[in-house]
């Protein structure tokens, strides 16, 4: 693969007569265009790992992604950096790496459904094991079949970036190949073997032809089809792993799980006290002046994100060549060594052991699978049998956008129940369940 055909301001759905001359760049247009859209504006109210805050505010799908682009940048502008200044890259774009990363972070997650990584399985199993296997034969194709019992929100994301929705304009979000293949983390179909996650369901399998064929992303596997990751999408999972590894430690932190010794320890253990010395008094003189326990944190927290950020971006300048012949295994913080290495591991151990079986959020897990699983129930039965009484009161409920026809195939009917509920945010899911099972009806005449 190469810089030049990788970085393109092509844009799906575009046609030649359609460029307009812009004061912003394109990747800048990219993230603008995000920023502003529902879609995204909805992440605030989209579970993270720990329940939507009450008086402590902790991260959401919207904040963590705003950080993430943050990071995303930073990594960004130090990758284009090294191609200008070794001049591997004559294009143009290069300067705008930076830009591009940061707009591919944003849109990451904004395929994920509503109560965090709780609400895929949800949506898995109910169509795997649950009320939606009675579908499986009416759809008849393995490959389609398996988008459904192995619901992605990473593919779901590239879906509701690209595809045309009834009265929406061609090509989705209209953003750039090259955005849009930054956030392809598994570029393959549901179903490849030995993968556990993938890229694209299969209406979009089209799409993603499209994208490859632009950008000249290289094809590792001819059947199954498997194509090497676009250069960039190292760079958002560093800045994703980053950010969701650190802060979900500071958000513990927040809400006493973990204690404030504990937390310190945890940040401390990414600096090496044989070769750092400097870098620990500065520390030791600041959190003199900083007595505040969450300030102490976040400073300590920053500093952490600053190491991981240049250490990241050096393993990827070093593997830069494996990185273009698609030929880089793992991501890029599975490569850290040393120091950071074991710190890094430490957090996760955390993670899985402390905080996410923490009582608070198996609790936002046990109502997501409930929730989802009746809303699923109701309205896969409502799409598929839309002239019923009981049907024609819940169909309105599904926005414009998403509704088919009635003669419309299978799959696609319940597609767009899965595009309707995936939207949703946490507290309107809530919200429906509770009013089609009849909750809260006020008694009074």
């Not at 359609?18 to 265009?33: A, E, L, P, V």
């Not at 591997?88 to 509503?114: F, R, S, W, Y």
């Not at 609400?119 to 094991?129: H, N, R, Y």
């Amino acid at each position: 693969m190469n810089w030049n055909q990788l970085l393109s301001s092509k844009r799906t759905g575009e046609t030649d007569s359609q460029k307009i001359n812009h004061d912003r760049t394109q990747f800048q247009r990219d993230y603008d265009r995000l920023i502003f859209s529902s879609p995204f504006r909805r992440m605030q109210d989209k579970t993270q790992v720990f329940p939507l805050p009450g008086s402590i505010f902790v991260h959401n799908r919207l904040t963590h992604s705003l950080e993430v682009a943050s990071v995303g940048r930073s990594l960004g502008n130090n990758i284009s950096r090294f191609l200008s200044e070794k001049n591997i890259v004559q294009n143009p774009l290069v300067k705008e790496l930076g830009a591009v990363t940061a707009a591919a972070c944003l849109a990451h997650d904004m395929g994920n459904p509503p109560f965090g990584h709780s609400g895929e399985k949800a949506i898995s199993l109910f169509f795997e094991s649950g009320h939606g296997v009675q579908y499986k034969n009416l759809i008849n194709n393995e490959s389609v079949w398996n988008d459904f019992i192995d619901f992605e929100g990473n593919a779901n994301a590239l879906r509701l970036l690209t595809h045309q929705f009834a009265g929406r304009r061609r090509g989705g979000f209209n953003l750039t190949y090259t955005t849009v293949a930054a956030i392809v983390k598994y570029p393959y179909a549901s179903g490849t073997p030995q993968r556990k996650k993938y890229g694209y369901f299969q209406p979009e399998h089209q799409t993603w032809q499209q994208i490859v064929s632009e950008l000249g992303i290289r094809k590792i596997s001819g059947k199954p089809e498997i194509y090497a990751r676009h250069p960039l999408v190292y760079l958002v999972e560093a800045a994703d792993d980053i950010c969701y590894h650190l802060m979900d430690i500071e958000d513990a932190h927040k809400l006493g799980i973990l204690s404030t010794e504990t937390t310190r320890e945890h940040f401390m253990q990414f600096f090496d006290a044989n070769s750092e010395k400097e870098s620990l008094d500065y520390i030791q003189n600041i959190c003199c002046e900083v007595t505040d326990a969450n300030e102490q944190i976040a400073f300590l927290r920053a500093l952490v994100i600053g190491k991981l950020v240049d250490e990241c971006s050096r393993i990827f300048r070093e593997n830069h060549e494996q990185i273009l012949q698609g030929e880089f295994n793992g991501s890029l913080i599975g490569h850290l060594n040393g120091t950071l290495a074991t710190a890094m591991k430490a957090c996760e151990k955390t993670g899985y052991e402390n905080i996410y079986k923490h009582p608070s959020v198996v609790e936002i897990e046990i109502a997501g699978f409930k929730i989802l699983g009746t809303l699923l129930h109701e309205f896969c039965h409502a799409v598929m049998h839309s002239n019923d009484y009981y049907a024609k009161l819940l169909l309105p409920f599904i926005p414009q956008q998403y509704r088919v026809a009635d003669n419309a195939p299978v799959p696609q009917k319940l597609q767009t129940v899965l595009d309707f509920i995936s939207g949703m945010t946490d507290v309107y899911a809530l919200n429906l369940y509770r009013k089609i099972n009849g909750m809260g009806l006020s008694d009074k005449r």
